[in-house]
Antibody, heavy 130, light 109 residues
Framework: EVQLVESGGGLIQPGESLRLSCVAS????????MSWVRQAPGKGLEWVSI???????YYADSVKGRFTISRDNSENTLYLQINSLRVEDTAVYYC????????????????????????WGQGTTVTVSS | AIQLTQSPSSLSASVGDRVTITCRAS??????LAWYQQKPGKAPKLLIY???SLGSGVPSRFSGSGSGTDFTLTISSLQPEDFATYYC???????????FGGGTKVEIK
């Protein structure tokens, strides 16, 4: 069964650090693009970060410099390191698989396709409060 | 990053109604746009990808359309299980990054 399970959330004081984990089963994390998405209480979804299968990483401007996305291929696990936590980082954090890749056509041309976040974890709650 | 603006932010509708939600991008994009449904306390569920392709197991009353900067999600005949919040989402290669719309809450009239 294809599944993602997050862990690592909790009640944290401002300024502290935290590492969230997302264990995948049924597919290989390193072969896929993987994202973190968060949702503050009563608010909408906010994309946080993505790691590509070629190890490229990208971040939302709101978290750049404080958040680091990574993966452990041997553990088939995605991580999100969060430093210098702020009250406004309080949210449910989801990991998700971005279904995408390249389709190859005549004469070897490759066209990138993106088919959305097709697998989501159940979320882990991070509460930043003193 | 490309900004996505959804409208309306909320709507009230009855079972059987046709519902349309729009998503406007701040600049022209590819068709790497997806739509999600989220119910309270649950993770989002993929409905539509590549602007108009139906996700796996998604009922055919859901459809997507659009290109460039304007995209639409339509529910042809609203069912009781469709009352939820809907989000559009874009993958952009230039500039690199992803973004979500602000969401549209569909409530019972």
């Amino acid at each position: 069964e294809v599944q993602l399970v997050e862990s690592g959330g909790g009640l944290i004081q401002p300024g502290e650090s935290l590492r969230l984990s997302c264990v995948a089963s049924g597919f290989t994390v390193s072969s896929n693009y993987m994202s973190w998405v968060r949702q503050a209480p009563g608010k909408g979804l906010e994309w946080v970060s993505i790691i590509y299968s070629d190890d490229s990483t990208y971040y939302a401007d709101s978290v750049k410099g404080r958040f680091t996305i990574s993966r452990d291929n041997s553990e088939n696990t995605l991580y999100l390191q969060i430093n210098s936590l702020r009250v406004e980082d309080t949210a449910v954090y989801y990991c998700a698989r971005d279904k995408c890749g390249y389709s190859y056509h005549l004469y070897g041309s490759a066209i990138f396709y993106y088919h959305g976040m097709d697998v989501w974890g159940q979320g882990t709650t991070v509460t930043v409060s003193s | 990053a490309i900004q996505l603006t959804q409208s309306p932010s909320s709507l009230s509708a009855s079972v059987g109604d046709r519902v349309t939600i729009t998503c406007r991008a701040s600049q022209g994009t590819s068709n790497a746009l997806a739509w999600y449904q989220q119910k309270p306390g649950k993770a989002p569920k993929l409905l539509i990808y590549a602007a108009s392709s139906l996700g796996s197991g998604v009922p055919s009353r859901f459809s997507g359309s659009g290109s460039g900067t304007d995209f639409t999600l339509t529910i042809s005949s609203l069912q009781p299980e469709d009352f939820a919040t809907y989000y559009c989402q874009l993958f952009s290669s230039s500039p690199q990054g992803l973004s979500f719309g602000g969401g549209t809450k569909v409530e019972i009239k």
